[in-house]
């Protein structure tokens, strides 16, 4: 996960405009930070608290502390509470520091929301004997996954990435799911291309797709996804699904289908549905409504062509691949467009290529965002002039 710096300080005349009363740090400054700083709290007032002992919840939802007991982050006049914030001592010596101490650079580590997706991958026989162009379905989606310009490859430190291709065990009717997968992780696609490699074709009669994504959901459950990161499946068949062991469409491998959608829905995970070959259809419509808990046609991604199923997995995977810098404090909306924002040294314009939402988010947009999400160790960095910073 990327690290990215935001600093917030006082600009000339600081003396002038008065910073107001003492200021308290955060140990979530520190490089590293604890790994208490990733805890996920509920801010709102009267929530229960959930936070490790000496931290609290900070209004951006995120466990925080301005000190730790001992630590003497206070400083003269101050003590650290049980909780992590400076409370005055009432030793009378708590005197209100000069301007020149009360507007100190604050640094803050801003987080990319870097999301957790599972892949579900058909592997039926027909993937491998039905061309795509000039090649399989599977080559065709296995370039479009770990090729060179490939997603996965690109943006595998942007995401946590996992993956699970599917059939069945045989023909019969004794045949059972057969799976190959790889847990999810940041910067995974040699391990994600190792296991696509050693691919074969599967039952020509077998995509039991239901059992793939529940499959997927119970990985989430035993490995969930870290602090932060939103659980996202990625379905790509080619084909009516079944149960293994019988034919196309039978046993109820349709409705069975839109059921895991839902089901995988309702446990938070969302489900995208990219379906290769197949053109228009009422199945895989029915599946991604379910897997976005619509009652409406959501987009699912029908594709007929390798350039297609590329841009189809682009389109998906940095749908959910977030430009939002989550921030420890919150800044002045008043103020915000007084800041300035560079990426890897470029200055951006406010407004239009970024914007600050909720106080403590800032969100890249448009081509900025797409140079962020290409950047492997972007460099960002804010000024904001003085009393900008909420603490």
């Not at 006082?10 to 208490?36: D, T």
């Not at 914030?85 to 009378?92: A, E, P």
């Not at 100190?104 to 990319?112: K, L, Q, R, Y």
Request: glycine fraction near 12%.
């Amino acid at each position: 996960m990327n690290r990215l710096s935001l600093v917030a300080v006082c600009l000339s005349g600081a003396l002038a405009l008065g910073c107001g009363p003492k200021e308290f740090g955060s140990v979530c400054s520190e490089v590293p930070a604890p790994a208490e700083c990733m805890t996920t709290c509920n801010p709102s007032p009267g929530a229960a608290t959930t936070c490790p002992s000496g931290f609290h919840c900070s209004p951006d939802g995120l466990c925080d502390a301005q000190c730790t007991v001992g630590g003497g982050q206070c400083g003269a006049g101050y003590m650290c509470t049980t909780d992590g914030y400076c409370v005055d001592d009432g030793s009378g010596s708590g005197e209100p520091p000069g301007p020149d101490a009360a507007c100190p650079a604050v640094n803050f580590t801003p987080m990319p929301t870097t999301p957790s997706i599972g892949l579900v991958l058909d592997q039926s026989g027909s993937m491998f004997t039905n061309n795509l162009g000039s090649v399989t379905r599977y080559a065709a989606m296995q370039d479009a996954l770990i090729g060179t310009n490939g997603v996965v490859t690109q943006l595998q430190a942007k995401a946590y990435f996992g993956h699970n291709q599917y059939t069945c065990t045989s023909n019969d009717n004794n045949s059972s799911l057969s799976l190959k997968t790889t847990p999810r992780a940041l910067n995974n696609a040699g391990a994600i291309s190792a296991q696509l490699a050693a691919g074969v074709p599967g039952n020509s009669f077998n995509t039991p797709t239901h059992a793939a994504i529940n499959a997927m959901v119970a990985a989430f459950a035993a490995q969930p996804a870290p602090a932060g990161s939103p659980p996202v499946i990625v379905l790509a068949t080619d084909g009516v699904p079944n149960s293994c062991g019988t034919g196309p469409g039978a046993n109820g491998g349709e409705s069975q289908t839109v059921a895991a959608a839902a089901a995988a829905h309702a446990a938070g995970i969302p489900v995208y549905v990219l379906a290769i070959n197949t053109g228009t259809s009422t199945h895989f419509q029915d599946v991604a409504n379910a897997g976005q808990g619509s009652t409406s046609n959501v987009t699912y991604y029908p594709v007929t062509n390798a350039a297609g199923l590329q841009a189809a997995f682009q389109t998906i995977i940095n749908g959910v691949i977030s430009c939002d810098l989550s921030l420890t404090s919150s800044i002045d909306a008043t103020q915000a467009m007084n800041g300035t924002l560079t990426i890897n040294g470029v200055t951006l314009t406010y407004g239009t290529d970024w914007v600050l939402v909720g106080g403590n988010v800032i969100r890249v947009q448009g081509a900025a965002c797409n140079t962020l999400k290409a950047s492997a160790n972007p460099v960002v960095q804010a000024t904001f002039p003085c009393g900008s910073v909420i603490f």
